[in-house]
């Protein structure tokens, strides 16, 4: 089992940036997918972005495509989601998980992540 602790969520104006981290420890980080995910007051929680155990594909939801960048550090056990241009409908608790299995392709479902950090809350006022 891996855990994980997510931080840098912050109340910040329409049109900024944030840089959320999750520093991961328990396994071997560097083998698993990781995503980021969000749920806003009274939804679902949705997909944001994800990135493969080595690195090499990032995936986005559409919705923060071209805004919103994920990168990982394995020398940190750490996974990273750059946000910029942030918008009031990006307000949410974002949680980031780990992939069930090793050496997965590109997870983008709940059910794919088997842990999850407790999150952390992104603020966008208008």
């Known amino acids: 089992q891996v855990q994980l602790v997510e931080s840098g969520g912050e109340l910040v104006q329409a049109g900024g940036s944030l840089r959320l981290s999750c520093a991961a420890s328990?396994?071997?980080?560097?083998?698993?997918?990781m995503g980021w995910f969000r749920q806003a007051p009274g939804k679902e929680r949705e997909f944001v972005a994800g990135?493969?155990?080595?690195?090499?594909?990032?995936y986005y939801a559409d919705s923060v495509k071209g805004r919103f960048t994920i990168s990982r550090d394995s020398a940190k056990n750490t996974v990273y989601l750059q946000m910029n241009s942030l918008k009031p409908e990006d307000t949410a608790v974002y949680y980031c998980?780990?992939?069930?299995?090793?050496?997965?392709?590109?997870?983008?479902?709940?059910?794919?992540?088997?842990?999850w950090g407790q999150g952390t809350q992104v603020t966008v006022s208008s």
């Open positions: 328990g396994r071997t980080f560097s083998w698993y997918a």
């Open positions: 990135i493969s155990w080595n690195g090499a594909t990032t």
């Open positions: 998980g780990a992939d069930r299995s090793p050496f997965g392709s590109s997870p983008n479902k709940i059910a794919d992540f088997g842990s």
